[in-house]
C-alpha cells in the first residue's frame, strides 16, 4: 500500500455532522468521500462539479432580493399598495 497522509479541514461542525450523518447512509466515511473527491480532481483534472460564481448583474438581484424580503408592512393595503408601485417602475 502506498504511504498515506493526511489532511485536516475546517468546517462548521453542522456541515460536518450532516455530511457524516449522509455519507453513513451510503456506506461511507468523511475519509471515504475526501478520497474519492481527490481522486477524481486528479483523474479529470478538474472539479467533479461545476463550481459558477454569480455575475454582478446576478450579485445584484440577489442584494435587491434580500433587501425585498426584509420589508415589512403595518397592513395588507400597505403592501399592496408597494406592490402596485412596483409594478409600474
Known amino acids: 500500500m502506498a504511504a498515506t497522509t493526511m489532511v485536516h479541514v ?33 483523474t479529470d483534472q478538474q472539479l467533479p462539479f461545476p463550481v459558477q460564481a454569480p455575475n454582478a448583474s446576478t450579485r445584484a438581484a440577489m442584494r435587491e432580493a434580500r433587501t425585498i424580503a426584509k420589508a415589512r408592512f403595518a397592513s395588507a393595503g400597505a403592501l399592496i399598495h408597494d406592490l402596485e408601485k412596483g409594478a409600474k417602475r
Do not use: C, P, W, Y
Not at 468521500?33 to 477524481?40: D, I, K, P, S
Open 10 to 42: 475546517r468546517v462548521d461542525e453542522h456541515i460536518k455532522n450532516q455530511a457524516t450523518e449522509t455519507l453513513a447512509s451510503m456506506g461511507l466515511t468523511v475519509s471515504d468521500a475526501v478520497r474519492v473527491f481527490l481522486t477524481r480532481v486528479v
